[in-house]
């Protein structure tokens, strides 16, 4: 199986057994705040962290995106104390990736769909084998009407 298509059907599970018993066809948004030395922060570019050494975790927002027709799969770290984006995913309605940015904090790349699935997005996939998308890992559903 290629890894655009592993991509697509793990990421179709991921998000439907997290979103089980919602309608997704209204806007949503499902996310997992950045992390940094233990305490939370807003996914937004920018946001300033406490000090500027120490301990991250990814923080990630998946949403729809009228301007691709699909969806968005966004991922932040932090970088000399700040939010930042390190990869930004276009996914079409099915979940299957589109290409994308990936940051290498250098210069920012655009990686076709197989360069995207095969470098970053697998790789990601299979590191949690119980799923990345699930609330035992800090993920929370909310509809775009209540944020």
């Known amino acids: ?17 997290f979103a089980k018993g ?9 996310e997992k705040q950045v992390e940094y030395n ?51 995913i276009n996914l079409n309605k099915k979940l299957t990736c589109m290409g994308g940015f990936f940051n290498t904090f250098m210069r920012v790349i655009y990686m076709s769909p197989k360069e995207m ?7 990601l996939l299979k590191e949690m084998p119980d799923g990345l998308i699930t609330e035992e890992y800090g993920f929370t559903f909310k509809y775009t009407d209540e944020v």
Request: hydrophobic share 30%; glycine share 8%.
């Open 117 to 123: 699935c095969d470098q970053y997005l697998q790789p």
């Open 1 to 17: 199986m290629s890894s655009v298509k592993y991509c697509r059907d793990e990421l179709r599970k991921q998000v439907l057994s």
């Open 38 to 88: 233990g305490k939370k922060y807003n996914n937004i570019p920018g946001t300033l962290c406490t000090d500027e050494s120490g301990m991250y975790r990814l923080g990630y927002q998946l949403f729809p995106s009228e301007e691709i027709d699909g969806y968005k799969f966004i991922h932040y770290t932090v970088l000399h104390g700040k939010v930042v984006i390190n990869a930004e």
């Open 22 to 30: 919602r309608d997704i066809k209204k806007d949503f948004i499902i």
